[in-house]
Structures are given as structure tokens and as C-alpha cells.
């Protein structure tokens, strides 16, 4: 009888442990995905679909091209997985473990009940550098703050070796698999009219790790701040699917600065990005309540305004704000924001308007194609100072000298923001402060081709200190 190899957001062939060890077995593998999404916790955004359409595509061709196919199923996970059992005598299960509280327990559940009747399932990390629970302090608990975390992480990991997945797969009986074009889920959002190139899948994935070490690394610490720049990985998508292992993108920055074409320093810098990715992991293990509440609790007695309409002017970039603009509509047009605009447009969600942090969260979660709960509610609290390892609240980010400072020729913004792209750098950023001939002279009229801003900096960022100082410390 064949083994069932369970692919969830694993979706690759090397470095994947789940898969050596059901090769390993030597019997036939039956790969399958099973679109269960009632059971993992939270539905999928629409980013994430439109990315999980595309890398089971790939998926498939590339197990086609080993020989292999993809089984397709839909409905709850235990169910569909008893009937493949059922239809091919299979008595074993392989899969890499899903960390998020609710999917971690639902598959404990899943395996206890098969294990009961005899079907072995065998469960394996392929997602993060250490399983969640084995990086402890010196007195056995959770580390909270991010820099010893990431020297024990670092010290503990060990390096599985690279493999590279089995040449060629055994036939398996003939089964029933659902269409992916049934599953619709290439969603109406976000428009990807201006987007990336994106290529979801393993090969994107290496594609986009080679394009990075043999080129931004080499000045990452620096360009990584800058988002006019194209000086990041942009493998979180790929990451978060599971496209590459985090091993093979440590290795490869390890490995350019040992043959000396990055600095050490700059690898490292990369390497510790990685580790706030895994940090992030393991704080959400260990406090599965942080996607919904303030990791300090005093923090959700914090007087948040409900205002939809300025709410729907940041989602749609309509804040008068450029720097925040360009992010918003980044994201809405490619699924992905830069990180130093991530950080802006959050602060000026949390604090400039005083909007609930988890509005942003559940934008962020449908927008992104990286969206992932652990990292994305982690870093939502460090924005809104409620983390473990946070950002001080009363640190607020000013959006026009952050502009200035991190887009300082302009061409993120004139990039997001057409209609701004004719004003000179010294206004750009604050375009009301602009006098009237130099507006007209770039086509810009406000009020009209461009929002005013939605709130007044000054005037805002009093609000939001005051507001810090009305919350309950007591909680
Ligand atoms: P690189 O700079 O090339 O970094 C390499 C990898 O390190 C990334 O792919 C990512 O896996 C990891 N990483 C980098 N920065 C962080 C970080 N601050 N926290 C956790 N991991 C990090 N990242 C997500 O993957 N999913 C999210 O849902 C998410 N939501 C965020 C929400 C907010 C408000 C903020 C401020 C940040 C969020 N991030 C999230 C973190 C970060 O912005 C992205 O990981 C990064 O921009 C991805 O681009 P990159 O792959 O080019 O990063």
C-alpha cells in the first residue's frame, strides 16, 4: 500500500523532511492537499488564495514531472484523508507540523484519531530554523525579548542537510482529484493590474533567493530601508508557503559571505530577519492569544475611535499622506509592502488615526500574500507597543520625515502616487505645505487629484500620546 504524503504549506519537493521520510519507506507516495479551510483557524485572505491557486499549480507539474500527481480534495480534513485511506489501503501519514495554535491542535486531533485505528501519522518541522518550545531561557520558559532569543535560537539550530526530493515518484492507483479551477480561488482582490511579477512556487522561490544573494545582500543593511529600492529577498510569500525552507536561505547567505561576496555583517543582518520570522512563530505558540489580544493587557483599554471613513481612506491610500498613500496602494496593487512602510503605515493607523490595531491586522491579512498570523499579529504589536519585544508607543512615527528620510528621491512615492510624481522633492512629501504656483505648475490640485490630509500631524500625535496616558495600567 502507498504512504500518504499530506502537503499544507510545504509546498516544495526539496528540503523536505516530511517527504525524505515517506521516500524513505520505499513504498509508493500518494501526495495530497486538502483544502480544509473551517478547521485551520482563520479563512484565507484573498492575496493568499490567489498565491495558493498559483502554487499548487506548480506543485503539481512539478510532481507530474517526477511522475507523481497532486490528489486534490476539499472538506474536512480527517474525512477526506479516511477515504483516501479507505480507497488505497494506505497506513501511514507523512506531514511537516503546522506551528499556529489551532492548526497545531486540530492535526494533534487528526492523528490521535488515526493513530487509534491504526494509521500511523508521523509529523516533522520543515517550516522554522527550531520547533516552537525548544528554544527555553536558562529557567525553561518562553524567551519575550527578541536578542538572546535569537542567539539561543542560532546556537540550538542545527542544519538538516540539503536534499534535493525523490528523481522520480511510483505510480499510484488512479484516483478521484478535484479541478483547481472549481476551487475558485483566484480572488477579486487585490488588482494586480500594476503588480509584481510574482512566481509562486519552488523554482520562483529559488529564483528569488538567488536573484537577492547574487546582488541586494551584498548592501542589504542599508537597502533594506529603503523602498524605492528593490533591495530585499521578497521571499516572505515563498517562505510563508513553504516554497523554501528558512535552512536553504540562511545557508545561502552564510554561504556568499564565506566565499566573500558579502560582507559577514551583511549576511548576519539577513540571518536576523529570518530569526524575527521564527520569533515571531514562537511567541504565537507559546501565547496563541496575541492574534486577538494585546500581549500587555493594559493596552486593550486604549480609547480606539471607530471611524470607518478614515478607515477606508488608509486602506485605499486616500490619507493625504504620501509616504503612507504609496504603501497602501503598493500593497493593493502587488499584495506586498515594504517593511519600513509596513512599520509607517501601521503607526499612522494605531496612532494618527487611533484605529484598533487588529483593523490593520485583518486588512494586512486579506491583502497580503505573505500574510501569516504569526509574523503579521507580532509585528502589528510591536507598531502598537502592546508586543513582547515592542516599539515604545509614545515613539510616533512622523510620516513626512520618514518619507524624506527613507524615500528621499521620491521614487517610491512617484511611483504609488502618479498624480504627486510631478512635484519637486523638497514638497513631496508634504504637499500642502507646497505653494499654490508650485502646485499648479505640477498638476496637483488638492482636495481634488490629491487628498488633504485626513488628520493634522501635530495635532494627532497629541491625541495619541494623551490617549496612552488614559489607558488602565492597572490591567
Ligand atoms: P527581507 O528583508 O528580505 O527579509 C527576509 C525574510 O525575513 C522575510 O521574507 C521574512 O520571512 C523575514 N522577516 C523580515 N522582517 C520580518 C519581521 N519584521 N517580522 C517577521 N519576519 C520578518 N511578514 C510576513 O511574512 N507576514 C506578515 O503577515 C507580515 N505582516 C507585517 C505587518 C506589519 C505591520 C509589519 C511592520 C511587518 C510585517 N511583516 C510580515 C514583516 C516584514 O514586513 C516582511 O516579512 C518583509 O517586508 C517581507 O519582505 P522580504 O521578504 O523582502 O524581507
Wanted: charged residues 25%; glycine residues 8%.
Amino acid at each position: 500500500p502507498p504512504v500518504i504524503l499530506w502537503f499544507r504549506r510545504d509546498l516544495r519537493l526539496a528540503d523536505n523532511p516530511a517527504l525524505e521520510h515517506a521516500h524513505a519507506t520505499g513504498r509508493p507516495i500518494l501526495p495530497v492537499y486538502v483544502l480544509d479551510e473551517a478547521t485551520e483557524g482563520r479563512p484565507l485572505g484573498g492575496a493568499s488564495s490567489w498565491w495558493l491557486d498559483k502554487s499548487l499549480r506548480a506543485l503539481s507539474r512539478a510532481l507530474a514531472e517526477r511522475g507523481g500527481r497532486l490528489v486534490l480534495r476539499r472538506g474536512d480534513a480527517e474525512t477526506e484523508l479516511r477515504r483516501l485511506i479507505q480507497e488505497t489501503g494506505a497506513d501511514a501519514v507523512f506531514l511537516n507540523r503546522l506551528f499556529e495554535p489551532a492548526a497545531f491542535a486540530r492535526d494533534a486531533d487528526i492523528a490521535h484519531a488515526l493513530n487509534a485505528d491504526g494509521v500511523n501519522v508521523k509529523g516533522y518541522n520543515g517550516a522554522l530554523l527550531c520547533r516552537p518550545g525548544s528554544v527555553r531561557t536558562g529557567s525553561g520558559g518562553p524567551y519575550k525579548v527578541f536578542t538572546p532569543f535569537f542567539r539561543a535560537l542560532m546556537a540550538s539550530a542545527e542544519a538538516p542537510p540539503h536534499t534535493l526530493g525523490p528523481r522520480q515518484f511510483q505510480p499510484v492507483p488512479n484516483l478521484e482529484s478535484e479541478d483547481l479551477d472549481d476551487w475558485r480561488l483566484h480572488p477579486t482582490l487585490p488588482d494586480w493590474s500594476t503588480g509584481f511579477d510574482w512566481t509562486p512556487g519552488e523554482d520562483g522561490a529559488r529564483e528569488a533567493l538567488s536573484r537577492f544573494t547574487s546582488g541586494p545582500l551584498g548592501d542589504y543593511a542599508r537597502l533594506r530601508d529603503i523602498p524605492g529600492q528593490n533591495g530585499t529577498s521578497r521571499l516572505s510569500p515563498h517562505l510563508h508557503w513553504g516554497e523554501i525552507s528558512p535552512w536553504r536561505a540562511v545557508t545561502a547567505a552564510r554561504d556568499a559571505a564565506s566565499r566573500g561576496k558579502v560582507s559577514e555583517a551583511q549576511a548576519e543582518k539577513f540571518i536576523a530577519e529570518i530569526g524575527w520570522r521564527e520569533f515571531s512563530a514562537h511567541l504565537l505558540a507559546e501565547f496563541p492569544q496575541i492574534t486577538d489580544t494585546a500581549f500587555r493587557p493594559e493596552y486593550d483599554t486604549m480609547p480606539w475611535r471607530k471611524d470607518e471613513g478614515a478607515l477606508e481612506a488608509w486602506r485605499r491610500g486616500r490619507t493625504g499622506y504620501p509616504i503612507v498613500d504609496a504603501g497602501m496602494r503598493q500593497l493593493w496593487s502587488t499584495g506586498w509592502m515594504h517593511n519600513r512602510v509596513r512599520m509607517i503605515v501601521a503607526s499612522f493607523l494605531i496612532k494618527h488615526l487611533l484605529i484598533d490595531w487588529r483593523e490593520g491586522e485583518a486588512w494586512f491579512w486579506d491583502t497580503l500574500v505573505d500574510a501569516d498570523q504569526a509574523s503579521n499579529a507580532q509585528n502589528w504589536q510591536w507598531v502598537a507597543g502592546s508586543g513582547a519585544d515592542a516599539a515604545p508607543y509614545f515613539r510616533i512615527f512622523n510620516p513626512i520625515t520618514q518619507g524624506q528620510k527613507f524615500d528621499e528621491d521620491g521614487r517610491y512615492v512617484r511611483l504609488w502616487v502618479p498624480e504627486l510624481a510631478r512635484l519637486g522633492d523638497r514638497w513631496l512629501h508634504a504637499p500642502w505645505t507646497a505653494p499654490p504656483e508650485v502646485l499648479r505648475d505640477a498638476g496637483v490640485r488638492l482636495g481634488h487629484t490629491y487628498p488633504r490630509p485626513i488628520v493634522e500631524h501635530d495635532a494627532a500625535r497629541k491625541r495619541a500620546l494623551d490617549a496612552l496616558k488614559s489607558i488602565d495600567k492597572t490591567k
